[in-house]
């Protein structure tokens, strides 16, 4: 069983992180898309509510599952004996924080490999940060978002 698993904050889950979790679970026997638990970093979206929305978004892929994750990463990997941990290569400015990253999980636990995937180049602008900001300045998202999340920014910023 190959299992992969993909963390983030997903604040909210954009097409972005959708093409890679596509790709993902073409590779993959089954993708753990893994939303961490922060106390200390408050998102737009709650907890909660980026899992239910995440959830409903990947519904209709069988081998993917929707989970939350605190502590150390490859702590968990392990837990959910995962062979690998997927991350999401946009451009050149993501590289050195991920290169960092996969080294330093590398060398906490040499059992479990980082794998970048590279989204379409139409998605290799957008991050959950501007979907945002664009939304709170009542910009259309709908090219940005599938529709469930486009309705959740919207609600949250008509409050
Ligand atoms: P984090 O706060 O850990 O960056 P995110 O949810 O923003 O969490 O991102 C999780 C992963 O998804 C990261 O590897 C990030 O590079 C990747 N990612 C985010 N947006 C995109 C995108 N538009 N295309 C491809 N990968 C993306």
Sequence with gaps: MRRAVYPGSFDPVTNG?????ERASRLYDEVIVAVAHNESKTGLFSFEE??????????????VRIT???????????????????RGLRA?????YEFQMALMNRKL????????????EEYTYLSSRLVKEIARLGGNIDVFVPDSIARALREKFSR
Aim: charged share 20%; no cysteine; hydrophobic share 50%.
């Design 92 to 96: 050149v400015s993501d590289f050195e």
């Design 68 to 86: 939350q994750f605190s502590g150390l990463l490859v702590d968990y990997a392990r837990q959910v004996q995962a062979q690998v941990i997927i």
């Design 50 to 63: 980026r899992m239910a929305l995440l959830q409903e978004v990947v519904a209709h892929h069988p081998n």
């Design 17 to 21: 992180h959708l093409d890679v979790i």
């Design 109 to 120: 636990e040499g059992g479990v490999e980082t794998m970048f995937l590279m989204p379409k």
